[in-house]
T-cell receptor
C-alpha cells in the first residue's frame, strides 16, 4: 500500500540554525499536507501543496513539492525554541484515507 | 465552535475490559477519522467515516469498532483491551476529502 518515508527521524539544532525535513513517496501524489505537533499536543495543519514544483512560504517556513510530485520538503530558517515539535507530512490515498509519515522531531537548543 | 472534542482525556484499563472513546465535532464535517499514535511514532489510521451510516477500515482496525449514527459523533469502541492498545487516540474531521484535518486533543489510554 501507499507509504511515505520521512527523514530524518530526529534533528537537534542550535537556536538560529536552519532545519529541513523531507517526505518521499514511491508513487505520484495528488497532494501533500504538513502538520506540526507540539510535545503533548495534537497535530495542527500547516499547509497543503497541490501543484508540481509548488513552493509556499509561511514566515520562516518554506514548503516545496517536487516536480514529479513524489517528494516534498519543509525548511525552517533560523529556528526558534517555539519551533520545537514533530513535523508530519500526510498524503491522501484512494478510498478517502490519509497516510501520515513517521514524523521528524525537532529539538531546538537555546 | 468547539471544533473536535474527545472524552475522556485519560483512561487506565485492565486487560480484557472494554470502553468507548467519544468524539464529537460541531463543524458539520462529513469526514471523520480515528488515529492512534504510539510513543515517538506517527499516526496510524484505525477507522474512518465519510458520512452518517458509512464507515470503513483503516490501516490498523483489529480490536476496534466504530459507528456513525449522526454527522457529529464518531465513537470508537475497544473490546477486550490489550496492552498493545496502549496509545494516544486522536479523532479528526474534515469538510471535504483531501482537505485540512482538524484534530481533537486526544485520549491517552493505558492498558495494564
Amino acid at each position: 500500500g501507499q507509504q511515505v518515508m520521512q527523514i530524518p527521524q530526529y534533528q537537534h539544532v542550535q537556536e538560529g540554525e536552519d532545519f529541513t525535513t523531507y517526505c518521499n513517496s514511491s508513487t505520484t501524489l495528488s497532494n501533500i499536507q504538513w502538520y506540526k505537533q507540539r510535545p503533548g499536543g495534537h497535530p495542527v495543519f500547516l499547509i497543503q501543496l497541490v501543484k508540481s514544483g509548488e513552493v509556499k512560504k509561511q514566515k520562516r517556513l518554506t514548503f516545496q513539492f517536487g516536480e514529479a510530485k513524489k517528494n516534498s520538503s519543509l525548511h525552517i530558517t533560523a529556528t526558534q525554541t517555539t519551533d520545537v515539535g514533530t513535523y508530519f507530512c500526510a498524503v491522501n490515498t484512494g478510498g478517502f484515507k490519509t497516510i501520515f509519515g513517521a514524523g521528524t522531531r525537532l529539538f531546538v537548543k537555546a | 465552535n468547539a471544533g473536535v472534542t474527545q472524552t475522556p482525556k485519560f483512561r487506565i484499563l485492565k486487560i480484557g475490559q472494554s470502553m468507548t472513546l467519544q468524539c464529537t465535532q460541531d463543524m458539520n464535517h462529513n469526514y471523520m477519522y480515528w488515529y492512534r499514535q504510539d510513543p515517538g511514532m506517527g499516526l496510524k489510521l484505525i477507522y474512518y467515516s465519510v458520512g452518517a451510516g458509512i464507515t470503513d477500515k483503516g490501516e490498523v482496525p483489529n480490536g476496534y469498532n466504530v459507528s456513525r449514527s449522526t454527522t457529529e459523533d464518531f465513537p470508537l469502541r475497544l473490546e477486550l483491551a490489550a496492552p498493545s492498545q496502549t496509545s494516544v487516540y486522536f479523532c479528526a474531521s474534515t469538510e471535504r476529502y483531501q482537505e485540512t484535518q482538524y484534530f481533537g486533543p486526544g485520549t491517552r489510554l493505558l492498558v495494564l
